[in-house]
């Protein structure tokens, strides 16, 4: 190996510089960045063509969780106004004690869920019909309405979407909902309204079938959190992507378990990999 | 290689069993395989491809468990996978991005090639073998991303399977052999189910043809020159391993990053609305992976034009072994071709970009512009290329390139590397 | 990394150990959410415990429930049938354990053991077969009931008697009494 004799002048060989990953690594970056920042700014562009209210979310960012409180009252919100129109069909009772969520106590859950009338559409009594009985923890979230046509034919015409994955199905969807449901204003004059429909400066084409659903003082809160509008957005937004993502806090949890992991790994094939090319003369 | 095949069975059992099957021999090969030792980190993507194809398969047969391919249970059943299925909700991500990471990947690994003409002779088998690899990715991609039945899913497979309609005569009769009826309904959709699942079996068969054709002649490099002797490579195991290893591990600190943190940042939002055979969203966009031949179809006003310019865009990667007149492989080399790589590169960026954008005003423009420019780099640029450009001096081996850049005495040839800053 | 050339074999073979080590610790973790995605999800274990309505059951009628995707029998025993079934030596039986899920392991099978305990009008188990797992025969009125006038399965012809114990055939145990209370008179909870 003749190459040996270089050695002594101690300075990086280009295997060394083969170990360099600086450029690579920029120029991956800037490529995975370069189309999350395009599709980040068509998420922000879309909706009502007015860019979202942007709310701090507890939940934001690698190490945010839910505040448990927020989501028991969100839930509340949702109960008491929203479940009248909008379903929730992939939520289950169990899901409000489950871990990560607003985490209801077993027995909590168990009396929430046994105020739901639940009509089971595998259950038949001896004369074959069906039978109607009160809700149980493993029981979803029964339905407002039977079918679509039933729910067009109470809300004018328009169908409430189901609350299940909302959160996720629109572009920034937990501050979307949270601008929806405060962005109920009077329609400007050069508008002319529908009728039925109410002006949402936040909604396609700004004329919303849902009126307002939410005011000040509509829902009881007994922890002294404020009982305004504001909060009870904020509060039903949390609830809602909860409900989208009810394994969220799971996934962030592992993953930071993963990531730390990786890097140890990283940093010892590194040392591999140097000591390695190296030592090749 | 078989030069370098000189597997020795150490003990009766491994005797026994190389007369019988020579795999220990296999092994021996891959191990020892000489591996030019100038190869740099753009060449660790043939590894983390294969991890790809195999993280892919082994969550995609575990989601199969929990999937039902039925128009009214599918869009539940991923439901039910992300709500009750123990650790479903990660195993759905991973498949999810891991698509993506895995179309990352290999364009990477497809420009790689470009850049250092690693598509040259001897290897245009090994560039073919891996073009039919891309197009196998694309089709399993697709048919994935109908199975949630969301929105997206839905209208996708309506659009892509449309194409279909514009070749002449047949086309009505195709379409409906895809659909297996008058629109995108069920049958499609267990269709696709089936076939999502056994692409990834042909990919990997592939696969090992696209490894065999690279063990015949060997691994390019960035100099683009032959390996002449022994100096010039190392075995590939630990030296590669490690290196290939290492460069997996960062790669999936990415891959984490967007399956822990930011799962639905490559999707989009619109899938999370049931299919609705009613409704079409008001702005419909493939993945990511296909804006930019989603450009190109667009690009071009005419049904029938559009498809053939965008399966055009694919097919003239089957041919580019000869449409590249140039001796030189590497563009460290080439200096004119070196800047046409970028602008190459640039449009393609550019193209995905358009294809993302809504078809109108100065969007339809800027999109065909590069659509010309994107066939005229491979039937133009290229074949005038390797006859006006005057190519630096190679170097006479990789070991004395490699001594050369150590002794300190920085040549243009490796000022043009593009690792060094 | 000034490091000499004497240390670096002992050094590098450390490193080799290392990595090799954690990537197989990262590997064990990994392998576990690929297999316990197979084991039943939220949705099943929510479905672990049912509650049976008894009032519309005469004496000497059945009811089968499904529990866990399993057949449950019910049956409200008349007094022939419990003095049948307390007739019976320990001696006689196959199966000796009283296969009682609210029992301690080992209880003796006797009928007491079998039905719930101030309940021995009825006997509730799990209606699988113990032999392979079919489903016996003897809750419909006109089936078979074997040579013991409890149960009969057909596949491979095992018979069981008014306790649900095996007394013929190639089934190994007595049919299994799943965990049960009475939340009053005429309602079960299962499971």
């Known amino acids: 190996m003749t190459d040996t004799t270089h050695k002594t002048e101690g300075r990086p060989c280009i295997f060394t510089r083969a170990c360099r990953v600086t450029p690579f690594l920029t120029a991956l970056a800037i490529a995975v960045l370069g189309y999350t920042f395009v599709f980040a700014g068509e998420a922000k562009a879309s909706g009502g063509g007015v860019e979202n209210k942007s709310v701090e979310w507890t939940f934001d960012g690698p190490f945010g969780t839910f505040d448990r409180s927020q989501l028991k009252r969100g839930y509340k919100v949702y109960q008491e106004v929203c479940s009248a129109c909008h379903s929730m069909n992939l939520v289950s009772f169990r899901n409000l004690s489950q871990e990560g969520g607003p985490e209801f106590s077993e027995a909590e859950v168990k009396v929430i869920a046994g105020e739901f009338d639940i009509i089971d559409p595998n259950e038949f009594d001896e004369v074959g019909d069906p039978i109607e009985r009160a809700g149980l923890p493993r029981d979803r979230f029964p339905a407002p309405f039977s079918n679509e046509n039933a729910a067009r034919a109470s809300n004018g015409g328009a169908l409430p979407p189901d609350f299940s994955v ?57 922890d002294g959190t404020p009982m305004t509008l504001d909060q009870y957005s904020k509060d039903v937004a949390a609830f809602m992507y909860w409900a989208a993502e009810p394994k969220m806090e799971e996934r962030k949890q592992i993953g930071f ?15 591999i990999t140097r000591k390695l090319w190296a030592g090749l003369h | 290689m078989s030069e370098d095949h000189t597997y020795q069975p150490s003990n009766a059992f491994t005797r026994w069993l190389d007369e019988r099957l020579p795999i220990m021999g296999i092994v021996d090969h891959m ?14 993507f043939g590894g983390i491809l294969s991890f790809c194809l195999v993280a892919q398969i082994v969550t995609g047969v575990i989601l199969a468990m929990h999937y039902t391919p039925h128009v009214s249970m599918a869009f539940n059943s991923i439901e039910h996978i992300m709500r009750d299925v123990n650790y479903g909700h990660l195993l759905r991500y991973a498949h999810a991005n891991g698509a993506s990471m895995f179309f990352i990947a290999v364009y990477i690994h497809m420009f790689r090639g470009l850049y250092y003409g690693s598509y040259k002779a001897p290897r245009e088998v090994l560039w073919i073998l891996g073009v039919v690899i891309f197009l196998l ?9 109908v199975l949630p039945w969301g929105q997206m899913s839905f209208w996708g497979a309506t659009v892509i399977t449309n194409l279909f309609s514009a070749i002449p005569y047949v086309g009505e009769a195709i379409r409906e052999l895809l659909w297996g009826g008058f629109s995108v309904d069920n049958p499609t959709l267990n269709r696709f189910f089936s076939l999502h699942y056994l692409i990834p079996f042909i990919i990997a068969g592939v696969v090992i043809l696209h490894i065999w054709a690279l063990h015949v002649p060997g691994n390019n490099n960035p100099l683009g020159i032959n390996v002449k002797d022994k100096q010039d490579t190392v075995p590939f195991h630990p030296y590669m ?13 990415l891959f984490s990053y967007f399956v822990f943190f930011n799962p639905n940042a490559m999707g989009h939002p619109d899938n999370y609305i049931e299919a609705n055979p009613l409704v079409t969203p008001a702005h419909i966009v493939p993945e990511w992976y296909y804006l930019p031949f989603y450009a190109i179809l667009r690009a071009v006003p005419d049904k029938l034009g559009g498809v053939v310019a965008m399966f055009g865009a694919i097919a003239v990667l ?18 004119m071709y070196r800047q046409f790589f970028f602008i190459f590169v640039a449009c393609c960026m550019g193209l995905g970009y358009l294809g993302a954008m809504p078809a109108e005003g100065i969007y339809v423009i800027a999109s065909r512009i590069l659509t010309v420019y994107y066939f005229a780099h491979f039937l133009i640029i290229l074949p005038v290329l390797g006859m006006v450009e005057k190519p630096k001096p190679l170097p006479e081996s990789i070991s004395k390139a490699v001594l050369d850049a150590h002794g300190g005495s920085a040549s243009a040839n490796t000022a043009a590397a593009p690792e060094k800053r | 990394m000034a490091v000499t050339d004497t240390d670096e074999p002992t050094r590098r073979d450390f490193l080799y150990i290392a990595t090799g080590s954690f990537t197989a610790i990262g590997g064990a973790f990994l392998v576990w959410p690929l297999i316990d995605q197979m084991n039943p999800d939220a949705s099943a274990l929510a479905l672990a415990s049912i509650e049976v309505d008894l009032s519309s059951i005469e004496v000497g009628q059945s009811m089968t429930v499904k529990w866990r995707g399993k057949p449950v029998f019910i049956r409200r025993r008349s007094a022939e049938e419990i003095e049948a079934a307390r007739a019976v030596p320990l001696s006689d039986l196959i199966d000796p354990e009283a296969r009682n899920d609210n029992l301690p392991e080992g209880s003796p099978a006797n009928d007491q053991n079998r039905a719930p305990a101030g309940k021995e009008e009825w006997l509730i188990m799990v209606g699988i077969c113990t032999h392979l797992g079919c489903v016996p025969k003897g809750q419909g009125m006109s089936d078979k009931k074997g040579d013991f ?43």
């Open chain 1, 166 to 222: 909302l959160a996720k199905a629109r572009p920034d969807g937990v501050n979307y909902i949270y601008s929806l449901l405060t962005g109920y204003e009077d329609a400007p004059a050069d508008v002319e309204m529908n009728a039925g429909m109410s002006y949402n400066a936040y909604f396609t084409g700004h004329q919303i079938g849902m009126a307002a659903p939410l005011s000040d003082e509509i829902v009881d809160y007994e």
């Open chain 1, 257 to 271: 378990q993963v990531i730390l992991y990786l890097l140890v790994l990283a940093g010892l094939l590194y040392m």
């Open chain 2, 31 to 44: 191990m020892g395989y000489p591996t030019p030792k100038n190869i740099n980190y753009w060449w660790t």
């Open chain 2, 137 to 145: 990715m694309m089709a399993a991609g697709f048919m994935g991303y």
């Open chain 2, 241 to 253: 391993t490690a290196k290939d290893g290492f460069a997996l591990v960062l790669f999936l600190i």
């Open chain 2, 318 to 335: 089957f041919v580019l072994p000869w449409l590249d007149t140039s001796k030189v492989r590497s563009a460290r080399f080439r200096p």
């Open chain 3, 149 to 191: 006038g409890g149960w009969f399965c057909p596949c491979h012809g095992s018979h069981y008697d008014t306790a649900g114990r095996i007394r013929k055939g190639p089934a190994p145990q007595n049919l299994e009494v799943p965990v049960l209370t009475f939340l009053s008179d005429t309602k079960i909870k299962i499971g």
